[in-house]
């Protein structure tokens, strides 16, 4: 059996430091949705990221729709 072993602080850390932060976003953007367990972090990572790589702004506005459009706000 494998055992996934996960920081939930950290991932939600760096989701907090993307949303503060547009220069932590992109330096972040280099990770992949797999480097997150926790399955909210996962979908605010990849709501995050697709702003980023479009170029929008990343605030708790735009990622929150981006959530609302993807259904990951449930």
């Known amino acids: 059996m494998n055992t996934i072993f996960f920081d939930n602080e950290a991932e939600l850390s760096v989701i907090g430091a993307m949303l503060q932060s547009i220069d932590a976003a992109k330096r972040h953007a280099e990770l992949t949705e797999d480097d997150f367990a926790n399955p909210d972090a996962r979908a605010a990572f990849r709501a ?27």
């Open 48 to 74: 995050i990221r697709a702003l980023v790589l479009a170029g929008e702004p990343v605030d708790l506005v735009t990622v929150n729709s981006a959530l609302a459009k993807t259904g990951a706000d449930q």
